[in-house]
């Protein structure tokens, strides 16, 4: 597929739903989101009878904070506005968003992001920089924007937009690269690039955000202060893997169990948390993309129950495993039943006409 060809409206939808079904299914109604041991998990999921006897709906299996704000970008981005508009109408549906948080967890970062916005007045979609805001609250809600900005030649769009809506909340290289590479690397998925190229992509991408940041001209000096721990930490990971070029196959540590990967994802972390900030949510996510080849069981074992914030990294993978592969293999189970479904289709379908034209199928 090149990278202006369209994908099909089924692939978007399957993105939407399975980002969704990962959030579901790593949060367990917090209690999986909040679990250190990948290896209880695990035991716990055969308890339920395996992944294919799981039904992901309400009350069980609510989706997390990370959903609601997914679906709060996907949103925006399908109400046709541009420019500041468009920053206007993110900032409100943020604020709007989280209304909606009863048992869903949102992370402190955001609460005080969206607290601080004043959607409607001049500036207000912006907060002052936040030393502390390296979680991963941008990242796992951006998918989308590589979904409505799919095409290369909108790489100047998808940068601007990621990096204005993840500095909404969390205004912190580390926390706003993290929504950067969210959606970039749905919209490679979108193209049909190799999972083997994206990180060695994601960092030729990174001085161009940089060039962004300083035309911006908002905090400049603290953000440009705060930038390195992102591509440096991206750049041991892929000398970990032996990707720096770009080419595969990914090398993984051998045995690389789930006890294995708990300890690895830590490596990953800041404060031995997996998955907690906006480097390594989406540096989990791409690992089990990597690992998992075509089986969402897989997928979901590595990128879904593991300990840490499994939620935020199976919210991200799910929608890049979904563009690559679709529904295919997964227990109807899983993704039928959603809260919010229909929410998650109708976006869906919104941002596929607004990336591709009426015209396409």
Known sequence: MSAETPTSVERYRAAMLLSAAGDSLGYRNQRWEYCESGPQIHQELAELGGLAAIEARLPDWRVSDDTVLHLATAEALNSGKEGDDLMQELAFRYVEAMKDMEGRKPGPTSILGTSQLRPGEVGGHCIPFNPRAQG?????????????????????????????????????????LGALTSALFTSFAVQGRPPEEWGAALLETLPLAQEYVRSSGM??????????????KWRWYLRQRGLEAGRGPPRFPDPYGVEERDQEYRRFSLENWAGRSGHDAPMIAYEALLGAGDSWEQLCGWGMFHGGDSDSTGVIVGCWWGLLHGLSGVPAGNYQFLEYRERLLTA????HRAAWGRDTK
Do not use: K
């Open 136 to 176: 991963c609250g941008a990242a796992m809600r951006s998918m989308c924007i590589g979904l409505r900005f799919p095409r290369a030649s909108q790489l100047p769009d998808l940068i601007r937009v990621s990096v204005e809506s993840g500095r909404m909340t969390h205004h912190h290289p580390t926390g706003y």
């Open 219 to 232: 905090e400049v000096p603290q953000n440009l202060d705060a930038w390195d721990f992102f591509p440096e």
């Open 348 to 351: 869906a379908d919104q941002l």
